[in-house]
């Protein structure tokens, strides 16, 4: 199923970094600091004029080295290197000024980073993604989604889905669509099922089956660069249903490019950010995906 045209439309001639939104990420921690990098990127280059990574006080130095476009904001951390929940009140007061939230990417399943994940849900009125140990703190108690009075996108990939509704990911493969579908109706979020023909499934009850994408991009990272394109597009003032539904289609495409050129034996994460740009042009101008 392909994504319909005009969705992300070419920018205005007096466009400017604001009109393209502010998207703060929370991610990573130590030893786990490629993920937040990686979905920092992907925000970056799907068109998010302005990004801010909410970090762990132990990554700053490093992520200086590798984030020479985002700012960071340096939270309180762990004595693991995770973000503490004394960052609590510091986050809530930073997600005033942006125009949407990513939770989740490499931020570690430590207790005392759980528990922030599940205090802060509730509270955030802004678009918001979960990811990764976002969606592993979620897990613990799914309830959480019940506190919160607007949708969200959750993505998951299978094993993170079991966790969610109490499944092998095995059994969450026999029958996916059902099962993301189910979800999104009961808790009133969007869900975002990743694997071959990523599901996105709405709490409106509607299916979109993604058509881009190849084996290739089954390599760590490739997730965390999916969650930062859809922060991105959000920060675009996209809705959360065409967001995750574009942000699906340009991710697989952009895959696709890298492994047309590349193959898709080897294929990392850092190849689909280098073409998100690419596949967007071609999105732009109408080109159905080349199979790969």
């Not at 130590?30 to 920092?40: P, Y």
């Not at 998951?156 to 189910?182: F, K, N, W, Y």
């Not at 996105?200 to 390599?219: I, K, S």
Request: overall charge positive.
């Amino acid at each position: 199923m392909t994504v319909e045209p005009g969705l992300l439309p070419p920018r205005a001639p007096d466009a400017h970094k604001g009109g393209a939104g502010h998207a703060f990420l929370l991610a990573g921690s130590v030893g786990f600091s490629g993920a937040a990098a990686l979905c920092t990127m992907g925000a970056l280059r799907v068109g998010a004029g302005l990004v801010t990574l909410g970090l762990p006080k132990s990554l700053h130095a490093p992520m200086v080295e590798k984030l020479t476009e985002a700012m960071l904001k340096v939270l309180p951390e762990t004595r693991q290197g995770s973000l503490s929940l004394a960052a609590f009140p510091e986050i809530l007061s930073t997600i005033e000024r942006m125009d949407v939230v990513a939770i989740g990417p490499g931020l570690s399943q430590q207790p005392q980073t759980k528990d922030l994940v599940r205090q802060l849900l509730p509270k955030i009125v802004k678009p918001l993604v979960v990811d990764a140990d976002g969606l592993n703190a979620l897990a613990e108690d799914v309830a959480v989604l019940k506190r919160r009075h607007l949708p969200m996108i959750l993505t998951p990939h299978p094993g993170e889905m079991g966790r969610l509704v109490r499944l092998s990911s095995a059994d969450v493969q026999r029958d996916r669509q059902r099962i993301a579908t189910s979800f999104a109706q009961q808790y009133h979020v969007i869900v975002v099922l990743k694997g071959h023909q990523t599901v996105v499934a709405g709490f409106d009850g509607q299916v979109y089956l993604n058509d881009t994408g190849n084996p290739g991009m089954a390599t760590g990272g490739s997730g965390d660069v999916l969650t930062g394109m859809i922060a991105g597009l959000l920060a675009q003032r996209l809705s959360l249903g065409d967001a995750a539904r574009l942000g699906v289609y340009l991710h697989g495409l952009a895959g696709d490019l890298a492994a047309a050129e590349r193959g898709q034996i080897g294929l990392i994460a850092s190849d689909l950010l280098d073409r998100i740009p690419l596949a967007i042009r071609q999105y732009q101008q109408g080109k159905p995906p080349s199979p790969v």
